[in-house]
């Protein structure tokens, strides 16, 4: 094992120079001293945590400084890396309150802190949503996953938490508008119109609307577009979404003279508030009968159901929903409230009026004749018993034996060969 110190030329500093047993390489690090007595102390210090560290019975050096770090420095630097790599505001408020709350409920001062018991029994005294649960649970996550690939901890202590059942524990279900609704929505003499009527033939997003630019939106040509920019969609790819000739009209109106391309295309977007006025105004319940809320995300749905309704194909629906699983398309954003199922079983036809015909021959007459019309049998039941035709019924037809009447060997040869010729397809073979 290499290990000694050195000084270099025209420096006053001990440098060490040393290598491990397991030759991992030389390495050559500054003692930061001109003693040589405590450069030799440091460096067999250094050399000594070194192979603890090897040997698994010291944690590494980076991960014994992050754990007398506070929680709250690590989430500082995960914040800061997630504005660095270019994350919405959204998402980055959203880990920063979740996770921030988390330390201080359940007491997470440092790394050692967290265990995945102390977020159970958090979690377990919450009145929240399932959905919402798991997304302080993904917030949690999503630092700890960080602090683990950086190797500030060894491993996220809450890999082993399960998610909550989502599946009938929603306590807020979304639904799509109807056409009548949507007719009187637009009717209502609002400055937000050409938002809701963008919305619910694109199915932009709140956050993308909020940053659509005059530069993104082409009216002129035969086929009016937008283009959605990268930094502004939910899956940081940009968008070409096609425009119906309703929100033309509204954005030619909507658009000034002379205005910039830089400029936001709508100021504000309507905060639930406003938006519950306009339903208000519209006649619209914001809850309906089946508990359904009705907000401005709504109209996104209504764009997925409407195609749905109209026969658009799923997995072009799912394209101009700009989502990545189809299941998400078909299941969360299509209300099958609207789809016609109700008449779809209307149309079913009344098992209790259809009148079944009665059989009116007994089946096995019916077996009997159908047996004779293919050739198979012969009914002799009107000729009188003994009688010649009787005797001369050959025992191949079908009957018994044992009913088959007596005689010479000669005269039933006789009476076989006189039917044999009198038989129409026997004479036609014949005279092949």
């Known amino acids: ?23 991992r390489g030389i390495t050559s690090v500054s003692l930061k001293t001109s003693d040589k ?49 270019g994350r919405a505001e959204r998402y980055i ?170 400029v936001l295309v709508f100021e504000r977007i309507p905060r639930i508030k406003r938006f519950r006025n306009d339903l208000k105004r519209a006649g619209i319940a914001y809850v309906d009968a089946q508990g359904q809320v009705a907000d401005i995300h709504s109209l996104r749905k209504t764009f997925c159901t409407n195609l749905a309704r109209h026969g658009v194909p799923s997995r072009v629906a799912m394209d101009l929903m700009r989502h990545s699983d189809r299941r998400l398309t078909d299941k969360i954003y299509t209300d099958e409230n609207l789809l016609g199922s109700g008449a779809a079983v209307e149309s079913l036809p009344s098992l209790t009026k259809i009148q079944t015909k009665p059989v009116t021959q007994p089946v096995t007459q019916l077996l009997t004749q159908t047996s004779a019309t293919e050739g198979r049998g012969e009914s002799r039941s009107d000729t009188p018993t003994g009688s010649s035709d009787s005797e001369e019924s050959p025992v191949n037809i079908g009957q018994s034996h044992a009913l088959a009447p007596q005689g010479t060997p000669g005269q039933k040869q006789t009476n076989w060969r006189e039917r044999r010729g009198s038989n129409p397809l026997h004479l036609q073979c014949r005279l092949r």
């Not at 000084?7 to 006053?12: F, I, L, T, V």
């Not at 944690?59 to 790599?85: C, G, N």
């Not at 909020?210 to 002129?220: F, G, I, M, N, T």
């Open 1 to 23: 094992m290499i290990n000694y110190l050195y000084k270099p030329p025209k420096s006053r500093i001990w440098r060490g120079r040393f290598r491990l047993q397991d030759n």
């Open 37 to 85: 007595q405590v450069a030799r102390k440091r460096l067999e210090e250094l050399v000594l945590e070194q192979e603890r560290e090897a040997a698994g019975i010291l944690a590494p050096k980076i991960q014994r400084e992050a754990a007398q770090r506070k929680m709250t420095e690590h989430l500082d630097d995960f914040v800061a890396d997630l504005e660095v790599r």
């Open 93 to 262: 408020s959203n880990i920063q309150f979740r996770t921030g709350r988390l330390i201080t409920d359940c007491g997470w001062v440092r790394p050692g802190n967290v265990t995945a018991d102390s977020f159970q029994m958090w979690r377990k005294q919450q009145q929240c949503s399932p959905k919402t649960l798991n997304d302080y649970l993904g917030a949690a996550t999503a630092l700890l996953n960080w602090m683990e690939r950086n190797q500030r901890i060894v491993q996220n202590p809450l890999k082993i938490v399960g998610k909550v059942e989502t599946q009938g524990g929603e306590t807020r279900q979304r639904r799509a508008f109807s056409d009548d609704e949507m007719q009187r929505l637009l009717a209502v003499k609002s400055p937000y119109r050409a938002i809701y009527l963008l919305a619910v033939y694109t199915g932009l997003r709140r956050s993308e609307m909020e940053k659509l630019k005059w530069s993104d939106v082409h009216l002129d040509g035969g086929a009016p577009f937008i283009s959605v920019r990268a930094t502004t969609t939910k899956n940081h790819k940009p968008a070409v979404l096609r425009l119906h000739a309703d929100v033309v009209v509204a954005l030619r109106e909507l658009k000034q003279h002379g205005v910039g391309d830089g």
